[in-house]
């Protein structure tokens, strides 16, 4: 089938206006689109098709899609493993996620955040013994995908100056 008949077809367009809609709503990666036509039912040949279609016109894309998602993962703040393995599970590029939270903490004080997470949070543990606040903050902060180093650290440094 010609790359003209293909687009006249009505699984092609049916999948083409598909991606359209999953696309206007937020950026996604080549894997997610893949899967998303998978479950519509679309044929592997219609699938690969579409995202060929996509690719070239730009309008999917990996690196801009992990450059989005981390930039809108750091503002809720997460912390960068968790960033880490959501792109994994989206199925980008190893290198790509390197370099790109690689690029994102050169922008990005990971412990500067953890800092002011851990002392917010810390206010909600008041009523607590020091052990449990210092395990429950702990736990609140590795849920987020902040590294175990990182956190050690601020606990270190938070309940150091308490027993000053």
Not at 127 to 134: C, E, I, S, V, Y
Request: charged fraction near 35%; glycine fraction near 4%; charge should be positive.
């Amino acid at each position: 089938m010609s790359e003209a008949d293909r687009k006249r077809d009505p699984e092609f367009i049916k999948a083409r206006r598909f991606v359209f809609r999953l696309l206007k709503h937020r950026l996604r990666s080549v894997q997610e689109i893949r899967i998303k036509l998978r479950e519509k039912g679309m044929p592997e040949q219609i699938r690969e098709a579409i995202i060929h279609n996509f690719l070239t016109n730009g309008l999917l894309d990996d690196r801009l899609f992990t450059r989005a998602w981390i930039h809108s993962r750091l503002k809720k703040p997460i912390g960068i493993t968790r960033i880490h393995r959501e792109l994994k599970k989206k199925g980008i590029p190893p290198d790509i996620i390197g370099q790109e939270t690689e690029r994102a903490l050169n922008e990005y004080d990971e412990f500067d955040v953890i800092r002011q997470l851990a002392q917010h949070r810390l206010r909600q543990y008041r009523h607590l013994n020091q052990t449990k606040a210092r395990r429950r903050l702990y736990a609140y902060l590795i849920r987020r995908g902040f590294s175990s180093d990182l956190i050690f650290k601020i606990l270190r440094e938070i309940f150091h100056h308490d027993r000053e």
